[in-house]
């Protein structure tokens, strides 16, 4: 490396003789991975009861869908458009609160405790049992 015509080197510096940081001023750490942030944020405890009536407990993300977290665990949900559109995921709320802002059921089918698995997320430690997609349709043309 030369140095430019009438330009002076700078002398190095001891970055070991610094003061240290304290620890209320440091930046907090990044997250190391997804899932390290995915930790963060709050889990449910849902309690699943397939067709054939065997419970599977699972844990669902306030911002994951009933359907995703059945399928990560390996329970066999029906299913087909996962857009709430197609109605082959559907399930009877039997304890707790979900969310299904996207689906497409009726205010009065949500209201008597029918989900659908790909758009409900938990609102709070909760309870669904699958059931048969013909129940749903009926209720659902009935409404």
Same mark, same amino acid.
């Given at each position: 490396?030369?140095?430019? @015509? ?5 002398? @190095? ?5 610094? =003061?240290?940081?304290?620890? =209320? ?15 963060q944020v709050s889990a449910y405890t849902v309690t699943i009861t397939t067709l054939e009536g065997k ?7 306030? /911002?994951?869908?009933?359907?995703? =977290?059945?399928? /990560?665990?390996?329970? /066999? ?13 559907? @399930?009877?709320?039997? @304890? ?23 758009? =409900? ?12 997609? /013909? ?9």
């Amino acid at each position: 490396m030369s140095l430019r @015509a009438g330009a002076r080197p700078i002398a @190095a510096r001891n970055l070991s003789a610094r =003061a240290p940081v304290p620890s =209320a001023l440091r930046a907090p750490a990044p997250a190391r991975s997804m899932r390290a942030a995915r930790l963060q944020v709050s889990a449910y405890t849902v309690t699943i009861t397939t067709l054939e009536g065997k419970k599977h407990q699972v844990e669902v993300g306030e /911002d994951e869908n009933l359907l995703d =977290a059945a399928l /990560d665990a390996g329970i /066999d949900v029906t299913h087909d458009c996962k857009m709430g559109v197609c109605m082959t995921c559907p @399930a009877k709320l039997t @304890a707790g609160r979900v969310d299904q802002g996207t689906g497409m059921l009726s205010e009065d089918t949500i209201e008597l405790g029918y989900a659908l698995m790909c758009v =409900a997320t938990p609102q709070s430690d909760c309870e669904v049992t699958l059931i048969d997609e /013909d129940e749903l349709l009926e209720q659902q043309l009935s409404a």
